[in-house]
């Protein structure tokens, strides 16, 4: 059942989210099956994202004495958080050289240690970088359902994702 499109405003730019779902809507997913069998599994669509990050075009600064700390509303509809901090990859399509990836019941709240920081290497994006690529970072509110296939497993996962630049002198 779609629920609509909703605008949200930030300081420098406009983000823009359709929400193809209302929280709590059940979204069913089947497949036929091939080389595993078929299955079909329901799992719920999460709350809208309602965070900071994502809606200003400056990067957010990432200090090694301080750490960093992520927030967002929180949602207790027992969902989860995820963080993808990307450090900048020497070329379009090479590895990145660091991520630090955080997940998170949806309480709010993210707190990245400045000792991962310190470890993290220099990177300044924003969208545009010369002599190396810039991949934005991201926050996402998701909910994930397994299902066991004769030994193999299909994870089905919906959310709802923010992009963000990060800087880290």
Same mark, same amino acid.
């Given at each position: 059942?779609?629920?609509?499109?909703?605008?949200?405003?930030?300081?420098?730019?406009?983000?823009?989210?359709?929400?193809?779902?209302?929280?709590?809507?059940?979204?069913?997913?089947?497949?036929?099956?091939?080389?595993?069998?078929?299955?079909?599994?329901?799992?719920? $669509?999460? =709350?809208?994202? @309602?965070?900071?990050?994502?809606?200003?075009?400056?990067?957010?600064?990432? !200090? *090694? #004495?301080?750490? &960093?700390?992520?927030?967002?509303?929180?949602?207790?509809?027992?969902?989860?958080?995820?963080?993808?901090?990307?450090?900048?990859?020497?070329?379009?399509?090479? $590895?990145? =050289?660091?991520? @630090?990836?955080?997940?998170?019941?949806?309480?709010?709240?993210?707190?990245? !240690? *400045? #000792?991962?920081? &310190?470890?993290?290497?220099?990177?300044?994006?924003?969208?545009?970088?010369?002599?190396?690529?810039?991949?934005?970072?991201?926050?996402?509110?998701?909910?994930?359902?397994?299902?066991?296939?004769?030994?193999?497993?299909?994870?089905?996962?919906?959310?709802?994702?923010?992009?963000?630049?990060?800087?880290?002198?």
């Amino acid at each position: 059942t779609p629920s609509g499109s909703s605008n949200r405003a930030g300081t420098d730019v406009l983000a823009y989210t359709l929400m193809a779902f209302a929280a709590g809507d059940p979204i069913t997913v089947s497949a036929p099956g091939d080389g595993l069998p078929g299955f079909s599994t329901e799992v719920s $669509a999460v =709350a809208p994202l @309602i965070t900071e990050l994502g809606n200003s075009a400056e990067p957010m600064a990432l !200090d *090694p #004495s301080d750490g &960093a700390t992520l927030t967002w509303q929180p949602n207790d509809d027992g969902g989860r958080v995820r963080v993808k901090i990307n450090a900048d990859n020497p070329a379009h399509g090479a $590895a990145f =050289a660091a991520i @630090i990836e955080c997940d998170s019941a949806d309480d709010g709240t993210i707190v990245i !240690d *400045p #000792s991962l920081v &310190a470890a993290f290497p220099a990177t300044v994006s924003g969208g545009a970088c010369a002599g190396s690529d810039c991949p934005a970072s991201s926050i996402t509110r998701y909910r994930q359902v397994g299902v066991d296939l004769d030994g193999a497993r299909v994870d089905v996962l919906v959310g709802d994702r923010r992009e963000f630049w990060i800087s880290r002198p």
